[in-house]
């Protein structure tokens, strides 16, 4: 079978890989979409440490195609979102009801029991964050996969597997935007245009979308945005202030990963406001925060991680607000690819011209 590998640092190719079947307790899924993420392009320059040769994607939706000894609750056919992050719900993260921060395995790029189940050649490959979905086909962790409604396209089911998860999720589940509230989001990308979405759905009273990007910020308006910014100039947190009546936003987010934003989100936030970080900087990377003033002004500053989701929940609710109209996916896919198109996706997500590219299979 075809899949997107990347072979050795800033390499990506589309290799011929042969799949095992799935294990005890794991499921292997015929891939109808994979969407590509910034995380997919931090692990090929090596900003996410995992080891090469590996296989791509961790934002995918499928078909069950095959059931691995042991389980339960899935039927030939099912159509699922694949989560990137397993929850076992017996560690003590899933009984303190944050299975986002499940410790059941590390993402080393081996599966759960240790080994690997794709190989090229005599080589095993690893693969992203237990799935590798950016291939024909994957063998995943049973828990990993979430059950959807048939009725869902592929390519808009995918992007709940990571983007829109994890931005709607910062919105509704981390910071919890309320109605009337002021918003703003420094980044336009897939994961701000998910915030932009989560707090529209919230019912934000003023939704602030910023970035260097008008493209981007043409999308912004489209998602919900009611206001933008272009903070090329650098004065983007002081025309979030100007917009919000010289207080600052009650909500800010930061959704790109970079530390200079990160202190202009918290920047733009108001006295007491709450700061979300969305975005992944790199680890050698720290961002410092005025001393006097953290204590002073009271902020709320929050790190994101998954939107803080409960997969089999919020998963499973946001397609039913897609499929009534209420969340809009249909125009977070600006592009599809085939699989032999996947190195174009990435160099195209690189120029930012998609709110998502989607890889279809
Ligand atoms: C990432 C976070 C780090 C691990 C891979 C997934 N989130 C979104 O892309
Ligand atoms: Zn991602």
Redesign the pocket.
Known sequence: MKAIVSLAQDKISVEDVDLDPPKPGELKIKVGACGV????L??VNGV?PLPKPIVLG??GAGSVEEIGEGVTGFEVGDHVVLS??PACGSCPSCHRKEPQFCSIGE?NGMMLDGTHRVKLGDQPLAT??FLGCMAEYCVVPAISAVKIDKGIPFDKAALVG??VM?GVGAALNTANVTAGSRVAVFGCGG?GLSIIQGARLAGAGQIIGVDLADNKLEMAKSFGATHVINGSDGMGAIKVKELTGGEGADFTFEAVGVPSLMLEANAAARRGGTVTIVG?GRLTETVPFNALMISMEGKTVKGC??GDANVHHDMPMLLDLYLSGKLNLDDMVTTTYSIDEGPQAFEDMQKGLNARGVIVF
Not at 37 to 40: M, T
């Open positions: 993420c910034h995380s997919d931090s692990v996410l961790h934002e990137f992050q993402p992203m964050q990571c983007g994890t994961i992944v991680f998954y």
